[in-house]
């Protein structure tokens, strides 16, 4: 995951996130945790039968393109600096 956020490990909530919407549009997620601490430790995903997590135009767009845009335009900015 470090390489599609340029080695900046601060841009991996930006690339999770778009991950999550979609899969909170169409799919299933389930989280393991921790009972005495409610700390998640784990989390299951699943899609729909045929389905991709980016299938649809509206997550695809919604959901990816525009993180993927910010993205690109933070990692150039940390190369640079």
């Known amino acids: 995951m ?3 956020v340029g080695d900046d490990i ?7 996130r778009p991950i999550f919407r979609a899969i ?4 299933e997620y ?3 945790t921790l ?5 998640v430790i784990g989390i299951a995903v699943w899609m ?5 997590l980016f299938s649809t135009y509206a997550s ?4 990816w ?9 933070d990692v150039g900015r940390s190369r640079n600096s």
């Open 65 to 73: 393109l525009l993180t993927w845009c910010k993205l690109i335009r």
């Open 35 to 39: 009972n005495e601490t409610g700390k």
């Open 10 to 16: 601060s841009l991996l909530p930006d690339l999770a």
């Open 48 to 52: 729909p039968a045929g389905q991709d």
């Open 60 to 63: 695809l767009f919604a959901c």
């Open 2 to 4: 470090r390489v599609m």
């Open 24 to 27: 909170a549009l169409a799919g």
């Open 30 to 32: 389930y989280t393991a």
